[in-house]
């Protein structure tokens, strides 16, 4: 036998016997870099009260525009807030609208896509009203929606899902029209299994792949227009402390203290990041073509 | 003779669109007893697919098909059978075969899921006993080490063995008739032969009637017990496997027997070129005037021309070979 193979078969061997999460860090190294990382944001966001010894929302006038020091590790901004314990109240925030995001569009898209793929008529209705909603750009719609409503974190979730929505219909139903058409549909038919099943074990699972993959980067996007939407003054409530509030809060004073935008600017990025890692890494995982590979 | 398992009477099927109506069955019937292996065989789209789609009612809904004759299984006529039944019916006394193993099982379900799925279903087994089933299963479709592959995806599987899974997947809760569509043409010679052994060996212990689609009159000749050819939608010749390879009578049987390779004539004999059937399949568009396959028949009069022969046996000794021929080709041959 080729020597390459049986080192192969070796190398196959010793990380059997390794344990499982040493094996699985090798194997989605990216996976896994994104998920600590995503998990010390979280982790920062829901012990953000514990952690900072100042109140994100008390002023100091006497402290203002302070560069980093012991008390204010992050400085401190046009109001004398502390930065730190903003950004890690932010992270509260701008994960909560991110997941919500993505869950909600997600869940109507599944529902309302694979309904359309499966009814003429459905189909017809639902999708002239999506490329109506479609027309309208993302947003206008978010800006419009906030403006009618009480800027509250929840109408801020509803109007960044909306403009998402159409799109994850839009892929759902296209997948689903392939789907439905596949042999192996027919052959469930021809085994007896009633449509609900069908949908359930075998259509939505031939979807999940694609749709959690579609799912994380409209988390990460969601992020970003939270902070987009707050930044022009359309987004979260002013006095809630969103990284796209304190970057807003800090745009003015860009020169005098740096710190203001940068910390919560980074913090986006890499939480941003960190989705985009996960969503890449499930697609990887959840494949079962590439989740064996070596 | 007792009432047959499965019978198909004058079944007439077609499907409408925006360019037309296409009569894809025209007629056709045939039985199936218990236990017996039934070949069909015919052309690219003479409507074997069909046939079986429409014994399982699977076809698309009115408008969209029109569908008249009657399908009955155990005296039961499907085509009026409630959708209910007809949901117990399938994967359970009747299942199917499809011919593309590659694409006929879910890619993100494993194997064993797949098949503990249709004993779930129909045997009502608990998630444990279904699984435990699934290995015998796979044991019974003859896959090495069953335990571990029943854990697998579809994509781990070779094609033959991904047939061999449907196989399992239709033989798992011991159907009475099983309805094979081309089960080996996307397969390699030397699986084909393994997987016709394999149907055959399971025909004989588990008493299951096979309905074998094929247009490979090699497979028939070695398993089938009896053969229907058609033809344009429409059955042109019936008779038992020995029978109709011993005597074809319509011409396009002749035709079809022709245009097989035969192994035993010695290589060193000049071979030429395998005869093939003139012309092509006739659209299915509009009503037949006379017989089909008329434009490509050599012997065809007149009559063939204008007026659609009648099934009926050739000649009086054995009334179960009977074609649809104006000029059988005996008649033909003895003028
Ligand atoms: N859903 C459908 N709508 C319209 N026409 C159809 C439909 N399904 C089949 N047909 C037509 O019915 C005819 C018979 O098709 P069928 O699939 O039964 O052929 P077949 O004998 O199985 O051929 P093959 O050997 O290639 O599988 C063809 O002319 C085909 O175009
Ligand atoms: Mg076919």
């Known amino acids: 036998m080729d020597l390459s193979l049986e080192r192969l078969e070796q190398r196959i061997a010793r990380q059997a016997n390794q344990p499982r999460a040493l094996r699985f860090a090798r194997r989605h190294p990216l996976l896994v870099l994104g998920l600590v990382l995503l998990a010390i944001v979280v982790f920062l966001a829901i012990f953000a009260p514990w952690l900072c010894a100042n109140d994100p929302t008390e002023m100091n006038v006497i402290a203002r525009l302070k560069p980093s020091s012991a008390e204010h590790v992050f400085g401190t901004d046009a109001m004398g807030r502390d930065i730190f314990s903003r950004t890690l109240h932010g992270a509260r925030v701008s994960l909560l609208v991110g997941f919500c995001v993505a869950l909600l569009s997600a869940a109507v898209g599944i529902v309302v896509g694979t309904v359309a793929g499966f009814s003429r008529w459905i189909d017809a209705i639902v999708m002239r009203f999506m490329d109506g909603m479609m027309a309208i750009p993302g947003i206008l719609l978010a800006v419009a929606l906030m403006t009618l409503t009480q800027a509250s974190v929840q109408t801020v979730i509803i109007a960044i899902a909306l403009p998402e929505i159409p799109r994850v219909v839009r892929l759902v139903r296209a997948l689903v029209l392939t789907i439905r058409e596949q042999p192996y549909i027919q052959a469930a038919h021809a085994c007896g299994t009633r449509l609900p099943r069908i949908l359930a074990r075998h259509v939505v699972p031939n979807l999940l792949t694609p749709l959690i993959v579609q799912a994380s980067f409209i988390c990460a996007s969601a992020m970003i227009f939270e902070a987009y939407l707050s930044f022009l003054g359309a987004g979260t409530p002013p006095e809630v402390p969103s990284w796209g509030n304190i970057m807003a809060d800090g745009r003015s004073v860009v020169q005098l203290a740096f710190g203001v935008i940068l910390y919560p600017g980074l913090f986006l990025g890499l939480t941003v990041l960190a989705v985009n890692l996960i969503g890449d890494g499930l697609r990887d995982l959840l494949d079962p073509r590439i989740a064996k590979k070596l | ?335």
Request: glycine content about 6%; charged content about 20%.
């Open chain 2, 1 to 335: 003779m007792s009432t047959p398992l499965l019978e198909v009477t004058d079944l007439h099927l077609a499907f409408a669109s925006r360019e037309g109506v296409t009569r894809a069955l025209e007629g056709v019937s045939w039985q199936l007893n218990a236990g017996e292996m039934l070949g069909i065989v015919g052309e690219s789209g003479c409507g074997k697919s069909v046939t079986a789609m429409a014994v399982l009612r699977l076809l698309p809904a009115p408008p969209t098909t029109h569908i008249s004759g009657a399908i009955r299984f155990r005296g039961e006529n499907l085509l009026q059978a409630s959708e209910a039944r007809l949901q117990e019916i399938r994967g359970n006394e009747i299942s199917m075969i499809f011919q593309d193993p590659m694409t006929s099982v879910n890619p993100v379900l494993t194997i064993g899921e797949q098949i503990a799925e249709v004993l779930m279903l129909h045997q009502k087994l608990a998630r444990r006993a279904a699984w435990a089933r699934a290995v015998e299963l796979l044991d019974l479709v003859n896959i090495p080490d069953p335990q571990r592959r029943v854990h697998e995806y579809p994509h781990q599987f070779s094609g033959g063995m991904r047939q061999r899974a449907m196989i399992a997947i239709a033989l798992a809760c011991k159907p009475d008739v099983l309805i094979a569509d081309e089960p080996t043409t996307a397969l390699d010679v030397t699986i084909q032969a393994q997987i016709m052994e394999l149907l055959d060996r399971l025909r004989r212990e588990t008493g299951t009637a096979i309905v074998l689609i094929t247009h490979d009159l090699g497979v028939v000749a070695e398993s089938c017990d009896r053969v229907v050819v058609m033809y344009a939608g429409a059955k042109v010749e019936e008779a038992a496997t020995n029978e109709l390879f011993a005597r074809p009578s319509h011409p396009y049987t002749r035709g079809l027997l022709d245009a097989m390779p035969r192994l035993d004539t010695p290589l060193t004999e000049p071979r030429g070129r395998l005869p093939e059937i003139p012309g092509m399949v006739p659209s299915l568009r509009g009503a037949a005037v006379g017989c089909r396959f008329a434009p490509r028949c050599a012997l065809a009069i007149d009559r063939c021309r204008s007026e659609v022969p009648p099934f009926a046996p050739i000649d009086g000794a054995n009334p179960t070979h009977r074609a649809a021929c104006w000029r059988t080709v005996c008649e033909a041959i003895a003028e």
